[in-house]
């Protein structure tokens, strides 16, 4: 079955740096997505991503997020100057509409110092 | 407010057993209820999903779950629990496959 893949696994960083988070989608998909689960809670979701916009975004998804598919490959999260709740595991996700099923990575654990 | 409630954080059963995680949920419209399951490491497998039709949904690795209207429940059953069942199980609601609301999870534990 195809894989949706993510790197890094795991991720540490310091408060206030800049994170990158990068996907590669399965390739036939038209829609993105990240997910987040902080520990011991739910898994969330943050945005969602089509036709190279933005479709939907949450409340958690503030001006410190952004996301983009610069080449038409890569699918990347960015967290422009972290905080310690932003330590989370991060998942990416795809589809390609129609009803059918969607496909989550792996995920990338964010360690905020 | 919509939501996903899993009330079991985490079950134990010996290898052979019978197994039920519940799942209920609120929601305004008719929703699509999904099982996910997370192995260590890896990352969320759907299991199996409602849209319509049958309220008994056949899975993958012999899951089952019953959607019941009345009782806002979707509880996901296996008549004979394998070693490698053990993971943590995630019950999702939406209005499509995207934008999911998951619950809290499962974790499962098989005991030999």
Partial sequence: ?113 | AQSVTQPDIHITVSEGASLELRCNYSYGATPYLFWYVQSPGQGLQLLLKYFSGDTLVQGIKGFEAEFKRSQSSFNLRKPSVHWSDAAEYFCAVGADTDKLIFGTGTRLQVFP
């Fill in chain 1, 1 to 113: 079955e195809p894989e949706v893949t993510q790197t890094p696994s795991h991720q540490v960083t310091q408060m206030g740096q800049e994170v990158i988070l990068r996907c590669v989608p399965i390739s036939n998909h038209l829609y993105f997505y990240w997910y987040r689960q902080i520990l011991g809670q739910k898994v969330e979701f943050l945005v969602s991503f089509y036709n190279n916009e933005i479709s939907e975004k949450s409340e958690i998804f503030d001006d410190q997020f952004s996301v983009e598919r610069p080449d038409g490959s890569n699918f990347t999260l960015k967290i422009r100057s972290t905080k310690l709740e932003d330590s989370a595991m991060y998942f990416c996700a795809g589809d390609r509409g129609l009803n059918e099923k969607l496909f989550f990575g792996s995920g990338t654990q964010l360690s905020v110092l």
